[in-house]
């Protein structure tokens, strides 16, 4: 099969395609043939050398895919050879072939392509597990999302809006606020004001009740400034860096909780649980329409992967970057740039 490789860490242009055996699925585990791979930021960290593989994970990229189940571990009852589904994998996503726990694979979404479906396992599960189950947003309460046109903002508005939840998404250009708007937050754009400030404007001082944060860095006191009482602060990475001032005597003031939370180190049993949550209560949403598709920014062969991690290094995209090995899989999605 081929798949996607580096020798050295580096920029987009270290990844290089190569020839290797396919791998046999153990028990517990599906193979699936890939059709597309979704995009993410820890893949390019893992690329840059600043964020290594877990013990016994592929150091190939790739956390999540679509695809056709091709083979059945011992033991696996639960999928069938030929069945569509995405998954979310503990790495090897970008490959022709690849093994993930059959617990942690999902049936593709009714009337979603393989392309919109790749981009859903990695973003879906972050933020069902953190805002859903770990920030526990509750009927009537808000939802601020910091990072609001990544694959994960989008994301978390449409499920939060999905559940008539308020929600406000920053972002940094008049394009992107367009894009959160249309998809029913209330945007921020950061460049032009200080969102702590707006949130507080927009909701007469009260504040927001949950933060979904990829910033970390200096956002983590300004969310505490915009926090509700009783608030929830949940921090998925640190693209604005790993340390950050804190006010204590404000986080105990407002009875604040301030969580963190990687994906990919959760054990396998703690993936199938969220996956299992997802496909009782996301998944249904759906086919009722109240869920729309994933947005997706572009797609591309994935001899262009260097291309599209580019793209995404650029934080000129708006939705998912989505990687595929057959070109005619991108008939109707945007394609490269």
């Known amino acids: 099969m081929k798949q996607v490789q580096f020798d050295r860490f580096g920029p987009p242009d270290v990844l290089r395609m190569e020839q290797a055996e396919a791998p046999q699925p153990k028990p517990g585990e599906v193979r699936i043939r890939v059709h597309a791979a979704g995009v993410n930021h820890a893949d390019l960290a893992q690329r840059q050398g600043t964020y290594p593989a877990p013990p016994g994970a592929s150091r190939v ?10 083979s059945l571990g011992e033991g696996v009852t639960s999928h069938s050879v030929g069945e569509r589904v ?6 090897g996503g970008y490959a022709e072939q690849v093994c993930v726990p059959a617990a942690h694979c999902l049936p593709l979404p009714q009337g ?37 046109t990544s694959g994960i903002g989008a994301f978390a508005i449409a499920l ?23 998809w029913g937050a209330e945007g921020i754009n950061y460049e032009r004001a200080d969102f702590s400030e707006r949130v507080l404007a927009l909701t007469g001082n009260m504040g927001v009740d949950v933060v979904l944060d990829i910033v970390g860095g200096p956002y983590v006191a300004r969310n505490l400034d915009c926090l509700a009482m009783d608030g929830r602060i949940l921090q998925i990475a640190f693209l604005g860096g790993p340390e950050a001032p804190l006010r204590l005597f404000e986080l105990m003031r407002k009875r604040a909780v301030l969580t963190g939370s990687l994906l990919r180190s959760r054990s396998d049993q703690s993936k199938a649980e969220i996956a299992a949550g997802l496909k009782s209560r996301v998944w249904p949403l759906f086919i009722s329409g109240r869920l729309p598709a994933p947005v997706i920014d572009s797609v591309h062969p994935m001899e262009d992967v260097a291309r599209a991690h580019t793209r995404m290094e650029s934080s000129h995209h708006i939705g998912k970057l989505i990687l595929v090995w057959d070109r005619e899989l991108a008939n109707g999605h945007p394609t490269a740039p």
């Open 86 to 91: 995405c998954a979310l994998t503990p790495g």
């Open 112 to 148: 979603l392509s393989f392309v919109q479906a790749a981009a859903l396992p990695e973003a879906a599960m972050t933020v069902w597990s953190n805002v859903f189950q770990m920030g526990r947003l509750a009927r009537g309460e808000s939802l601020l999302v910091h990072g609001g």
């Open 61 to 70: 990229l790739g956390l999540e895919v679509s695809g056709v189940v091709d």
């Open 160 to 182: 939060a809006r999905a559940f008539d939840h308020r929600v406000f998404a920053t972002v940094g250009s008049e394009r992107k606020l367009e894009a959160v708007e249309s």
